[in-house]
């Protein structure tokens, strides 16, 4: 009895020696931490940029086709041999610039030959006047008969028709020896010739002898949505709207205006085909190349910022707005984004400092420190 009375007064012993100990640690750890004060709220490193207010283009990008505005395949319009080729293949000519010579040898003959019997019948119709003056002089006289007139003034009517049908043959043969000298007949770049010096052409050949485009100015095809449509006719009234066409991988570009707007809209894809006609003075777009077209509608005042400010939740957009250190969010409405940068357009007004990188730190009345600001909005 007297030894579990023992135990027992030994265990309480432990109990209450365990107890001090842990309040002592307890006082001791209380007032260390006082000693070290209040801690400070968490600041996180964000990187800042402005939302501006700018002019800001409304234009729509699209992928165009370049095409010519003149083409001219050439062809021989009379049957013969060529004789000689005055062009460099693929070089620039000019309108009236001489390209092809063809053999005119039997047409000359044939020219000839109409011009002599030309002679021929303008000779026979002087003849027939004088006889005809010669029988009304008779006839007054009562020294021939009325027959042997009309007859002198049947002939001279058949010669004077004759005299036309001659002419009009010498001037077809003309024309004929016109088509074997073959000109530009406006300028630009022409292409290989298909034929060479001596070799036979003629009208039913179906391969040209050589192909002319026009390289300045040039047209720009392109599709455009059918929302688009009404804002860019107005632009058309008011001459605002351009079109620039830029060579995929290269900085070179060339501008222009809208030339024409197709009548109907595809009910397929809802696109509306654009003609721009571009300058091309340096002949930076060729025909047949594929181009990145920005059609610019008009230019507006909007507030834009880039792109990578704007965050997205189940409610909506929303940007961190910085301001005296804390990063508020700001519900904010984008209409439309471009070359990074996203126009706003409910709110912010424009001067606001907004967050590009850190948001996944932040929280709804975060402080934070600012990096560095981020160059231009």
């Known amino acids: 009895m007297k030894k579990r009375n023992l135990i027992i007064f030994g265990g309480v012993l432990g109990i209450v020696a365990l107890a001090a100990f842990v309040v002592t640690r307890s006082a001791w750890m209380g007032s260390g931490a006082s000693a070290q004060g209040p801690q400070r709220p968490r600041v996180v490193s964000v990187e800042l940029a402005r939302a501006e207010r700018k002019p800001v283009p409304v234009d729509v990008d699209s992928i165009g086709t370049v095409t010519p505005i003149s083409s001219v395949a050439l062809k021989s319009r009379v049957e013969t041999t060529i004789v000689s080729v005055h062009f460099e293949d693929g070089a620039k000519v000019n309108e009236g610039d001489l390209l092809f010579t063809l053999d005119a ?6 020219i000839e030959q109409a011009a002599g019997m030309l002679a021929k019948d303008q000779a026979q119709l002087e003849g027939a006047q004088r006889d005809l003056r010669r029988y009304s002089d008779l006839i007054g006289k009562g020294a021939t008969t009325q027959v042997n007139l009309d007859n002198a003034k049947t002939q001279a009517d058949i010669l004077i028709g004759t005299i036309k049908a001659d002419q009009s043959a010498l001037d077809n043969l003309k024309v004929q020896k016109s088509y074997t000298i073959i000109r ?5 770049r022409i292409s290989a010739a298909n034929v060479k010096v001596g070799n036979f052409v003629r009208p039913a050949d179906t391969a040209p002898l050589a192909i002319i485009n026009q390289m300045a100015p040039v047209y720009v ?25 830029t060579i995929p991988g290269h900085q070179r570009s060339e501008d222009g205006k809208i030339a024409m707007v197709e009548n109907s809209v595809d009910s397929t894809t809802g696109m509306v085909t654009v003609r721009g006609i571009m300058n091309n003075t340096n002949e930076t777009l060729w025909p047949g190349i594929l181009v990145a077209t920005k059609l610019t509608i ?34 904010v409405k984008v209409d439309r984004t471009f070359q990074g940068q996203s126009v706003i357009t409910e709110g912010l007004s424009g001067g606001e400092d907004v967050v590009v990188d850190g948001q996944l730190l932040l929280s709804d009345g975060t402080r934070v420190e600012p990096r560095a600001r981020k160059a231009g909005a």
């Open 298 to 331: 008009r230019t507006e005042n909007a507030v834009v910022l880039p792109t990578v400010a704007v965050q997205r939740s189940q409610n909506g957009n929303y940007v961190f707005a910085v301001k005296e250190g804390v990063a508020k969010v700001q519900p």
């Open 184 to 188: 530009a007949p406006f300028s630009g």
């Open 105 to 110: 040898r039997q047409i000359d003959a044939q």
């Open 221 to 245: 095809t392109f599709a455009i949505p059918q929302r688009v449509l009404a804002d860019l006719r107005d632009a058309m009234a008011i001459g605002s709207s351009k079109v620039t066409a």
